[in-house]
């Protein structure tokens, strides 16, 4: 659902050519890591489903699509810290190499619940690879073995990501400011 507006684009973060850049390096390090397997690639619904996308057509590794969503509900642009698993993984990945493909890592919580998740299905291996890394908001550990490029503590939109619904189709990341009496939102 698309809210209504008190969100506002800012700064430039990461334009098109840079995001582009920044895959085409992704790629290639996950095709060394990946030679001669054939890893379940998750995608986790909605917002790293551009960026999924991108990469995985510049990947030569052959791969196997699987999609989770799941829900982590913020206050604007606060993480309540609630994680929940809205859709899971159609393949049985047990025994096999999985890559789980994020947007943005900003608490931890969201990709800690994927992890700890995808891990009762007893995969050979789990990684992550996530366009953004908001290393500086950490509040859980988690292994991030592929990161595109690592930002500020800045609210960001495009390439996927939203703010209250809106902006996922921009083409390039930019900051977003938010002006509101405090409504209830959620991002995926
Ligand atoms: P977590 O805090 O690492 O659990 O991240 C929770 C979720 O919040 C992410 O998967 C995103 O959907 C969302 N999120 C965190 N930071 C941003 C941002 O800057 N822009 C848009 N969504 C964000
Ligand atoms: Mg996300």
Redesign the pocket.
Known sequence: MVHSGGERLGRTVLSAEEIERVVWRLAGEIDEEYRGTVPVAVI?LR?AFVFAADLLRRMRTEVCVDFIEVA?Y?IG?R?TGR?ELRRDLREDVAGQRVLVI??????????RFILDHIGLHQPADIKVVTLLD?RG?RMVEVPVDFVGVRIPN????GYG???NGRFRNLPYVAE?HWESSGGRAE??
């Open positions: 986790v917002g982590s913020t642009a993480s994680v994020e947007d943005i890592i900003d608490t931890g919580r969201t990709a908001k908001r800045v609210f960001v939109v990501l939203d703010m977003c991002s995926e």
